[in-house]
């Protein structure tokens, strides 16, 4: 019997030249089912193990990403303040697979397209 392919993003890739290990996760897609709370239901894990990755547009910056708690909000404006930015906003949904290479509810901080400022929760 042939082993399963596995299919490796560019964070994986990133993952393995570091030497750090760690374990791929698959379930089916469903935009009904990109929250983080339905990732750590699947998962059978709690909800604060799982992060949320958001893309979004600075002012000064281009594009900035936020890592955080599944089970929190992003402050916009905390964001802008830390990033240096003025004014902060969402990245168009339309844009985030072009922009990142990820799709929504699949978008890793880690290798994206470009290194693009990055900030992660202090909890992570």
Same mark, same amino acid.
């Given at each position: 019997?042939?082993?399963? %392919? ?22 089916p897609?469903?935009?009904?089912? =990109?929250?983080?709370k339905?990732? $750590?239901?699947?998962?059978? *894990?709690?909800n604060?193990?799982?992060?949320? /990755?958001? =893309?979004t *547009?600075?002012?000064? /910056?281009? =594009? /900035?990403? $936020?890592?955080? !708690?599944? /089970?929190?909000?992003? +402050? ?5 303040? $830390?990033?240096? +930015? ?5 990245? !168009? ?9 990820? *799709? ?8 994206? %397209?470009k +290194?693009?400022?990055?900030?992660? $929760?202090?909890?992570?």
């Amino acid at each position: 019997m042939k082993a399963k %392919k596995i299919h490796k993003t560019n964070a994986c890739r990133i993952l393995d030249k570091a030497k750090i290990s760690y374990e791929i996760y698959e379930f089916p897609w469903s935009e009904d089912h =990109v929250d983080a709370k339905t990732v $750590a239901k699947e998962l059978g *894990i709690p909800n604060e193990s799982i992060y949320k /990755t958001i =893309v979004t *547009i600075g002012d000064k /910056t281009g =594009v /900035t990403i $936020a890592c955080l !708690p599944g /089970t929190e909000e992003l +402050n916009l404006k905390a964001l802008a303040k $830390a990033s240096g +930015n003025k004014k902060i906003e969402m990245l !168009p949904m339309k844009e985030l697979e072009e922009t990142t290479g990820y *799709i929504r509810g699949g978008c890793s901080p880690i290798g994206m %397209k470009k +290194n693009y400022p990055t900030f992660l $929760a202090s909890e992570a």
